[in-house]
């Protein structure tokens, strides 16, 4: 199924508005299509049951397109998601009952194509009429609802409540309130009046909700706004009117007699021209807020003249995308909003409740930590929830229920009324596709770092994702992460060498928000983490997070109706083994026990989880794969990493649909491993611990994109068939698809590599975690690997010669070096002309290498060690300056052979005056202990296992 970006709410996807009503149409024109459509009497009641969905779908698409649906709207929409859910659970369960027994090869056109005479036999036809008959029934009660509440009279232009805007406040802040804003706003304004800058200079301020964007940039505008000839202020709305907001600046401007004659009947053009003939000759300071798209920006900016007068213009916004594009041009800026210290955030707090913090008792600093800590340094949050305290009861008990009730408080308290809009804003400006995989977030605990590779495959498997043209479901993924990263929405935690975003991480008032947002729809349903009951209980779970159970809890799960749970997440193993028994979430598609250690809970049931796509049980140490797992015939992702699992079940090769295979390292391949085509990541299987025919196979993969596998050490003989067989099927893979190829071994050799050919025309990542060295830099990397963008290698010689394929490398973005043998010369560099990261390593800490001018251009983080004593040869200099990018340098000095005068503190104060003389004056980070190697910094023992940063 493919669709376009622009089609995407059509597409029949599993969503949070619509629920499965879009797949479910999809499935029943399947059946119709099919040989059981043929059957008597049930094409009928399947196409009389089709019909009546796709007329309550388009209403159902357009009421939850109001902005203001209203009650009695909210639970309808509310009572056909729910039959909607229900109806593809009946059909799920009932095809699955046709299809037991039938191979699963053939796919779905060839199973609809076997059905009749599976019907005859199991009685079927009986069985799916009468739950037919029971849809029908309620299909017939939701209509004569929608009937009695008659919704077809309201029309998209409903009744909106006219509230006060919540970031009025902001403009009228008293000095004497704001904290942290000092030294953002002196910097911000010097830059505004910058001698010599004649032209219009932009600043653009961009941050999260509640981060004080507005504040600043008013406050920016105060300061300087003597130094004007007129100053405006506007607002802009998600839904921009170009011509209000150019009335709105000309209302804000000096204006001669008579020059707003007839402005009610200006059109957007005449508008536009009024204000550029008002502000030609003036120098002008607008300031233009909360900015939500770049062609809202695209049509106000040519209001403002280009007159030479320097005039300045400045826009807050909370997409990164947008703030980048309003930035475009000479000498303008991006100014990213930060959160406030802890410092800062504890005087405000406590500054607008007792007016100091001396002043609060110490009765109550443990809650105020607590509270403050859910802030997470949004100035909004912390004056909301602070004026929200001044005004109940000084007492601990008091401040523990608010702390508790944030989430309902943003809803229902006057007080947090400005917080919870400013923060729905966000989340109302969402296209539908992206707001449910933001409330699929809700599923993870407050200051959870949630790995983007697990989302993104948990999304997938929820049925969240289509194709677009061009993309498979996985890049539409992670495009929907970054959207959600652009809009600010949720924060990126820790950068890969390629700029990709490792995790990320919901701010706590937002994930407050979803959580209400998911719960009002019936979305996600969360034990722990604040949540202490079942919410909505007169629905069916659809979804459900344990983030803390005990055996209350436990009871009360084991009295609900777990049949129509899609997803199970468990983040804490406690009184797991009180939880109901697997067999009863038949309608699972997601079962992830991830970071559960010494995971208690009986997995019999397994093979009742027909439609499970997506299984982890990483970190659990869980030593023995439940039986049942061999059934999960349409399981797309499992996860045994940081388990006890060292033998797959024979039977694991008959999950053919499965892409994702991510084991211990200690595990054998699978025999018949040839089979699964559609695996595309694999990784952590022990090459030398497995049968030779079983790594021959692994050439079979053609769809492969990522291979990481481990070899044993051994005598130089004894696994030379592997290594031979290994190599063989790297010919076959780098011909297709590989894209990374990680191989860990201690012990051996990985002599074998160097005479990969052809080389892998797609390969992008090339890692090596060994003790063994290449003499040179293998042949089969060349500049004809033109995607080719990590190294990590082991070199036994640091030479120029050996740098000179690696700087021709046209794509290199992160070369990782390791040598043996001391430098017999300083190592000149040359070339690599993409290169962002270079870290180099020696046994001997003395590897050295010296920069001349143009190379690596790009270069923004080195890292290097070399001995104290080094410096007596080769003195610290390395041409740093003419890197001419550089951010970062971290340099591990050892005192290796070191005399007395040869001391590290020298050494250190050479380099730091070297990184100071720097013209972008990068930041130096010594580290005169060695240490083991990580994803951040340089050093260590070859001996270390190391991994790629992403």
Same mark, same amino acid.
């Given at each position: 199924?493919?669709?376009?970006?622009?089609?995407?709410?059509?597409?029949?996807?599993?969503?949070?508005?619509?629920?499965?009503?879009?797949?479910?149409?999809?499935?029943?024109?399947?059946?119709?299509?099919?040989?059981?459509?043929?059957?008597?009497?049930?094409?009928?009641?399947?196409?009389?049951?089709?019909?009546?969905?796709?007329?309550?779908?388009?209403?159902?698409?357009?009421?939850?397109?109001?902005?203001?649906?209203?009650?009695?709207?909210?639970?309808?929409?509310?009572?056909?998601?729910?039959?909607?859910?229900?109806?593809?659970?009946?059909?799920?369960?009932?095809?699955?009952?046709?299809?037991?027994?039938?191979?699963?090869?053939?796919?779905?056109?060839?199973?609809?194509?076997?059905?009749?005479?599976?019907?005859?036999?199991?009685?079927?036809?009986?069985?799916?009429?009468?739950?037919?008959?029971?849809?029908?029934?309620?299909?017939?009660?939701?209509?004569?609802?929608?009937?009695?509440?008659?919704?077809?009279?309201?029309?998209?232009?409903?009744?909106?409540?006219?509230?006060?805007?919540?970031?009025?406040?902001?403009?009228?802040?008293?000095?004497?309130?704001?904290?942290?804003?000092?030294?953002?706003?002196?910097?911000?304004?010097?830059?505004?009046?910058?001698?010599?800058?004649?032209?219009?200079?932009?600043?653009? #301020?961009?941050?999260?909700?509640?981060?004080?964007?507005?504040?600043?940039?008013?406050?920016?505008?105060?300061?300087?706004?003597?130094?004007?000839?007129?100053?405006?202020?506007?607002?802009?709305?998600?839904?921009?009117?170009?011509?209000? #907001?150019?009335?709105?600046?000309?209302?804000?401007?000096?204006?001669?007699?008579?020059?707003?004659?007839?402005?009610?009947?200006?059109?957007?053009?005449?508008?536009?021209?009024?204000?550029?003939?008002?502000?030609?000759?003036?120098?002008?300071?607008?300031?233009?807020?909360?900015?939500?798209?770049?062609?809202?920006?695209?049509?106000?900016?040519?209001?403002?003249?280009?007159?030479?007068?320097?005039?300045?213009?400045?826009?807050?916004?909370?997409?990164?995308?947008?703030?980048?594009?309003?930035?475009?041009?000479?000498?303008?800026?991006?100014?990213?909003?930060?959160?406030?210290?802890?410092?800062?955030?504890?005087?405000?707090?406590?500054?607008?409740?007792?007016?100091?913090?001396?002043?609060?008792?110490?009765?109550?600093?443990?809650?105020?930590?607590?509270?403050?800590?859910?802030?997470?340094?949004?100035?909004?949050?912390?004056?909301?929830?602070?004026?929200?305290?001044?005004?109940?009861?000084?007492?601990?008990?008091?401040?523990?229920?608010?702390?508790?009730?944030?989430?309902?408080?943003?809803?229902?308290?006057?007080?947090?009324?400005?917080?919870?809009?400013?923060?729905?804003?966000?989340?109302?400006?969402?296209?539908?596709?992206?707001?449910?995989?933001?409330?699929?977030?809700?599923?993870?605990?407050?200051?959870?770092?949630?790995?983007?590779?697990?989302?993104?495959?948990?999304?997938?498997?929820?049925?969240?994702?289509?194709?677009?043209?061009?993309?498979?479901?996985?890049?539409?993924?992670?495009?929907?992460?970054?959207?959600?990263?652009?809009?600010?929405?949720?924060?990126?935690?820790?950068?890969?060498?390629?700029?990709?975003?490792?995790?990320?991480?919901?701010?706590?008032? /937002?994930?407050?928000?979803?959580?209400?947002?998911?719960?009002?729809?019936?979305?996600?349903?969360?034990?722990?983490?604040?949540?202490?009951?079942?919410?909505?209980?007169?629905?069916?779970?659809?979804?459900?997070?344990?983030?803390?159970?005990?055996?209350?809890?436990?009871?009360?799960?084991?009295?609900?109706?777990?049949?129509?749970?899609?997803?199970?997440?468990?983040?804490?193993?406690?009184? /797991?083994?009180?939880?109901?028994?697997?067999?009863?979430?038949?309608?699972?598609?997601?079962?992830?026990?991830?970071?559960?250690?010494?995971?208690?809970?009986?997995?019999?049931?397994?093979?009742?989880?027909?439609?499970?796509?997506?299984?982890?049980?990483?970190?659990?140490?869980?030593?023995?794969?439940?039986?049942?797992?061999?059934?999960?015939?349409?399981?797309?992702?499992?996860?045994?990493?940081?388990?006890?699992?060292?033998?797959?079940?024979?039977?694991?090769?008959?999950? #053919?649909?499965?892409?994702?295979? &991510?084991?211990?390292?200690?595990?054998?391949?699978?025999?018949?491993?040839?089979? /699964?085509?559609? &695996?595309?990541?694999?990784?952590?299987?022990?090459?030398?611990?497995?049968?030779?025919?079983?790594?021959?196979?692994?050439?079979?993969?053609?769809?492969?994109?990522?291979?990481?596998?481990?070899?044993?050490?051994?005598?130089?003989?004894?696994?030379?068939?592997?290594?031979?067989?290994?190599?063989?099927?790297?010919?076959?893979?780098?011909?297709?698809?590989? &894209?990374?190829?990680?191989?860990?071994?201690?012990?051996?050799?990985?002599?074998?590599?160097?005479?990969?050919?052809?080389?892998?025309?797609?390969?992008?990542?090339?890692? /090596?975690?060994?003790?063994?060295?290449?003499?040179?830099?293998?042949?089969?990397?060349?500049?004809?690997?033109?995607?080719?963008?990590?190294?990590?290698?082991?070199?036994?010689?640091?030479?120029?010669?050996?740098?000179?394929?690696?700087?021709?490398?046209?794509?290199?973005?992160?070369?990782?070096?390791?040598?043996?043998?001391?430098?017999?010369?300083?190592?000149?560099?040359?070339?690599?002309?993409?290169?962002?990261?270079?870290?180099?390593?020696?046994?001997?800490?003395?590897?050295?290498?010296?920069?001349?001018?143009?190379?690596?251009?790009?270069?923004?983080?080195?890292?290097?060690?070399?001995?104290?004593?080094?410096?007596?040869?080769?003195?610290?200099?390395?041409?740093?300056?003419?890197?001419?990018?550089?951010?970062?340098?971290?340099?591990?000095?050892?005192?290796?052979?070191?005399?007395?005068?040869?001391?590290?503190?020298?050494?250190?104060?050479?380099?730091?005056?070297?990184?100071?003389?720097?013209?972008?004056?990068?930041?130096?980070?010594?580290?005169?202990?060695?240490?083991?190697?990580?994803?951040?910094?340089?050093?260590?023992?070859?001996?270390?296992?190391?991994?790629?940063?992403?």
């Amino acid at each position: 199924m493919i669709c376009t970006k622009q089609s995407a709410s059509m597409a029949p996807v599993v969503s949070a508005a619509l629920g499965a009503l879009g797949p479910l149409l999809t499935k029943l024109g399947g059946l119709l299509a099919g040989e059981y459509g043929r059957l008597k009497g049930v094409r009928r009641e399947i196409r009389s049951l089709e019909s009546e969905l796709i007329s309550m779908h388009a209403a159902l698409k357009e009421y939850t397109e109001l902005e203001d649906p209203g009650g009695q709207v909210k639970a309808w929409i509310s009572l056909v998601r729910e039959l909607a859910y229900d109806t593809e659970d009946v059909f799920d369960k009932f095809i699955h009952q046709l299809h037991k027994g039938c191979v699963r090869r053939g796919g779905f056109k060839e199973f609809l194509g076997k059905i009749a005479l599976p019907l005859k036999k199991l009685g079927a036809q009986r069985a799916i009429a009468d739950h037919i008959d029971e849809l029908k029934d309620r299909i017939k009660q939701v209509k004569e609802l929608k009937d009695s509440y008659k919704l077809d009279n309201i029309s998209c232009s409903a009744s909106r409540h006219t509230a006060v805007d919540p970031r009025l406040c902001a403009l009228f802040a008293e000095e004497a309130h704001l904290v942290g804003i000092d030294g953002p706003r002196d910097d911000l304004a010097k830059w505004m009046v910058e001698e010599g800058k004649m032209h219009c200079r932009v600043l653009s #301020i961009v941050g999260f909700g509640g981060l004080g964007k507005t504040t600043l940039a008013n406050e920016v505008s105060r300061k300087i706004q003597g130094r004007f000839d007129c100053r405006a202020f506007v607002s802009v709305s998600q839904k921009p009117v170009i011509k209000k #907001i150019i009335k709105d600046v000309i209302s804000k401007v000096p204006c001669p007699d008579g020059f707003t004659k007839d402005i009610d009947i200006w059109d957007e053009m005449t508008a536009i021209t009024k204000l550029r003939e008002l502000l030609q000759d003036k120098r002008y300071l607008v300031v233009i807020d909360d900015i939500w798209s770049a062609s809202a920006w695209d049509a106000i900016k040519y209001a403002f003249p280009e007159n030479n007068c320097s005039s300045r213009i400045i826009f807050t916004t909370r997409i990164v995308d947008v703030a980048k594009s309003c930035c475009l041009g000479r000498d303008n800026r991006l100014y990213e909003m930060e959160a406030l210290s802890d410092f800062h955030s504890r005087r405000l707090f406590f500054n607008r409740i007792f007016g100091s913090e001396d002043c609060c008792s110490n009765m109550l600093k443990k809650v105020s930590d607590e509270i403050l800590k859910k802030c997470g340094g949004l100035p909004l949050a912390i004056i909301s929830i602070s004026s929200l305290l001044a005004n109940i009861p000084v007492a601990k008990e008091e401040w523990e229920k608010v702390k508790r009730s944030i989430g309902s408080a943003l809803e229902n308290s006057r007080s947090l009324e400005g917080m919870g809009s400013i923060l729905s804003l966000s989340y109302n400006n969402l296209p539908a596709y992206l707001k449910t995989c933001l409330l699929y977030l809700s599923a993870f605990p407050e200051d959870y770092e949630i790995e983007r590779e697990r989302l993104v495959r948990r999304w997938i498997a929820e049925g969240f994702i289509c194709e677009e043209r061009g993309k498979s479901q996985y890049e539409v993924a992670e495009s929907y992460f970054y959207e959600l990263i652009n809009k600010s929405m949720v924060q990126p935690v820790g950068f890969g060498y390629d700029g990709k975003v490792r995790a990320c991480r919901v701010h706590d008032m /937002m994930l407050e928000i979803i959580i209400s947002k998911s719960a009002e729809d019936n979305f996600m349903t969360v034990l722990g983490g604040g949540q202490t009951s079942f919410a909505n209980r007169h629905r069916f779970i659809r979804r459900l997070s344990i983030q803390h159970i005990d055996q209350e809890l436990a009871s009360a799960l084991a009295n609900e109706d777990l049949s129509h749970v899609r997803s199970l997440t468990v983040t804490s193993s406690g009184c /797991m083994k009180h939880l109901p028994s697997l067999a009863e979430f038949e309608a699972l598609r997601v079962l992830d026990f991830e970071g559960c250690e010494d995971l208690e809970y009986d997995m019999n049931g397994m093979d009742k989880l027909f439609q499970l796509k997506y299984l982890s049980l990483g970190r659990t140490h869980k030593s023995k794969l439940p039986q049942g797992i061999v059934m999960l015939g349409d399981l797309e992702t499992l996860d045994l990493r940081g388990t006890g699992v060292q033998d797959l079940p024979s039977g694991i090769v008959r999950l #053919i649909k499965l892409q994702h295979l &991510l084991v211990q390292s200690g595990t054998k391949i699978p025999n018949g491993i040839g089979d /699964m085509r559609n &695996l595309r990541v694999l990784s952590g299987f022990t090459i030398t611990q497995s049968r030779v025919d079983a790594v021959e196979d692994l050439g079979s993969l053609t769809s492969l994109h990522e291979l990481d596998v481990y070899l044993d050490g051994g005598e130089p003989d004894e696994y030379k068939r592997h290594e031979e067989m290994l190599l063989s099927s790297l010919f076959k893979l780098g011909r297709c698809k590989l &894209l990374t190829l990680r191989i860990n071994r201690y012990g051996g050799s990985l002599e074998f590599l160097g005479s990969w050919s052809p080389p892998p025309s797609s390969l992008q990542l090339f890692y /090596m975690s060994s003790n063994y060295y290449f003499q040179y830099v293998p042949r089969w990397i060349t500049p004809a690997l033109s995607s080719l963008s990590y190294i990590n290698i082991n070199l036994i010689e640091l030479t120029d010669e050996g740098l000179h394929p690696l700087g021709e490398l046209p794509s290199l973005l992160r070369l990782e070096l390791w040598f043996k043998a001391r430098p017999k010369d300083r190592v000149t560099v040359h070339g690599f002309p993409c290169l962002k990261e270079f870290n180099i390593s020696s046994n001997h800490a003395s590897a050295y290498v010296t920069f001349v001018k143009g190379a690596m251009p790009k270069l923004e983080i080195f890292g290097l060690q070399f001995d104290v004593s080094v410096a007596k040869t080769y003195g610290f200099y390395v041409g740093i300056e003419y890197l001419t990018c550089l951010k970062h340098v971290r340099v591990r000095l050892y005192n290796n052979g070191a005399t007395p005068s040869e001391s590290k503190a020298a050494a250190a104060a050479a380099i730091r005056n070297e990184g100071a003389a720097h013209p972008n004056h990068p930041t130096v980070t010594i580290y005169g202990e060695p240490v083991e190697k990580d994803n951040e910094e340089t050093g260590g023992n070859d001996e270390d296992k190391r991994k790629e940063g992403n």
